[in-house]
């Protein structure tokens, strides 16, 4: 199981970004997907989650500002972020469970100036 993060970079307060999680070696249909945070010195945070029947669920801190969907045609999560605030800034992991052992992207740096 791969996931293959993608889409960070540098942004002023109040811009946009969209991230993109591509997954290989499982039945990507068939499993939700998550986006985690991390910033340093602070705790990795769950950020959102796509189920596999596409329902989602986001943090406050992000709910109206965030929007994840998925492409099942092209094994791909999106996480569109809106409205971005310096304390957006972190890195970014998406996540699944396989099998019951956690699979992690490798990261992709977000960086939102004031």
């Known amino acids: 199981v791969q996931l293959q993060a993608s889409g960070g970079g540098l942004v002023q307060s109040g811009g946009s970004l969209r991230l993109s999680c591509t997954a290989s070696?499982?039945?990507?249909?068939?499993?939700?997907i998550d986006w985690y945070r991390q910033a340093p010195g602070r705790q990795r945070e769950l950020v959102a989650t796509i189920t596999s029947s596409f329902n989602s669920n986001y943090a406050d801190s992000v709910n109206g500002r965030f929007q994840i969907f998925r492409d099942n045609y092209m094994d791909t999560v999106h996480l569109q972020m809106s409205l971005l605030k310096p304390e957006d800034t972190a890195t970014y992991y998406c996540?699944?469970?396989?099998?019951?052992?956690?699979?992690w992207g490798q990261g992709t740096q977000v960086t939102v100036s004031s």
């Open positions: 070696g499982i039945m990507f249909s068939h499993y939700d």
């Open positions: 996540h699944t469970v396989h099998r019951g052992q956690a699979f």
